[in-house]
């Protein structure tokens, strides 16, 4: 079982900056595919961006070119830099892996979840 834990969030102007962190209990983290999905409220989970154990990088189109996602294998770390935040961006924010996931922007491909930081953006 794998434990994920958020930080990160806060309350931030429009233009501003945030990192979130996402800290997982697996010494095997490298071997994890790893992703950050967002859900405002009333409406659906969304994909945010995903880093593969493969290094690869993938983003929703909403948030290309603003947000990056790294990972550092040995703090068993994934984080998300936002840059240029939008009040559109205002979300909780999870952190979500599994071994291996086919569709990477299908959030029930992921079996482990953290419990979520909030992000809002103030206009």
Known sequence: QVQLVESGGGLVQAGGSLRLSCAASERT??????????????KEREFVAAIRRTGNIYYAGSVKGRFTISRDNAKNTVY???????????????CAADNYVSDYTYDREYRYWGQGTQVTVSS
Not at 29 to 42: H, L
């Open 29 to 42: 983290f490298g071997r994890y595919d790893m992703a950050w999905f967002r859900q405002a409220p009333g």
């Open 80 to 94: 998300l830099q936002m840059n240029s935040l939008k009040p559109e961006d205002t979300a909780a924010y999870y």
